[in-house]
């Protein structure tokens, strides 16, 4: 039986919430306070891209937010053509706006549903995914997502994900959203920790950080590392 997600957030109902709130998500701190080692899994992401692809000319920023990670990434490789993409208009503006002034290459937004983008095929070096997955559905959501991915970048072109994930065996999965609840109520007390998994709960469907890299390999990826895990986050990517 396939899953129920007719109580979860639509896709309006997630651009309306980022739309509101640009400002905070421009910066790393208070934009991801609640993801766990938020810039320390952007550091290497971007260091793994580059040392894959230090050449790279075309990046692709998925859910790009207000732009934090092609920053990063342009410290690391200056001058990159820039692919924003993002469901927020406002918060794709205040992207191009930073992007811009930090790169003399073409900065170019989207603004739609990452499963309903028509990408060029072998065309990206780099494919930068962060804390946008996890919005993704059913199967078929993710290995489409995947798939784009792969077609969409060149040959020894990279895609990197830090995001939100589950755990595949529920008595470990029990554990680690005990402990990611206690992380929640040390920064803002317990109401903290249920306004976040009420959020959680109904804008968000993780998979398992197997799942994902079997994924990645199902779809064509020949190499797959996981750079960081911790609790209920992780840091891990793919080479074409």
């Not at 410290?75 to 205040?94: G, Y």
């Not at 002034?101 to 900065?107: F, L």
């Not at 070096?125 to 077609?151: P, Q, S």
Request: hydrophobic share 40%; proline share 4%; with cysteine.
């Amino acid at each position: 039986m396939k899953p129920d997600y007719s109580k979860k957030a639509t896709v309006a109902d997630i651009r309306n919430r980022f739309d509101n709130d640009v400002e905070r998500f421009s910066n790393l701190e208070t934009g991801q306070q609640s993801t766990l080692d938020a810039p320390l899994t952007l550091e290497r992401c971007t260091e793994a891209a580059l040392k894959c692809n230090p050449e790279a000319k075309n990046l692709l920023d998925i859910g790009c937010g207000a732009g934090n990670y092609t920053l990063k990434m342009l410290e690391k490789i200056p001058q990159l053509n820039c692919t924003l993409v993002d469901l927020s208009l406002p918060m794709l503006e205040k992207a191009k706006e930073r992007v811009s002034a930090s790169t003399s290459g073409i900065v170019e937004i989207i603004q739609q549903d990452m499963r309903e983008l028509n990408l060029p095929d072998h065309h990206f070096d780099i494919i930068l995914a962060a804390a946008t997955l996890h919005h993704l559905r059913d199967d078929d959501d993710w290995e489409l997502v995947f798939k784009k991915f792969y077609k969409a970048l060149k040959p020894g072109g990279s895609v990197w994900v830090s995001d939100l994930i589950t755990h595949d065996y529920e008595p470990i999965n029990a554990i680690i959203q005990e402990q990611y609840g206690k992380y929640l109520e040390g920064l803002g007390g317990q109401e903290y920790r249920q306004k976040v998994f009420d959020y959680v709960a109904y804008e968000d469907t993780p998979r398992s950080l197997n799942f994902q890299i079997d994924l990645l390999k199902k779809v064509g990826f020949h190499f797959t590392e996981v750079l960081h895990k911790h609790a209920c986050f992780a840091a891990f990517g793919a080479v074409k």
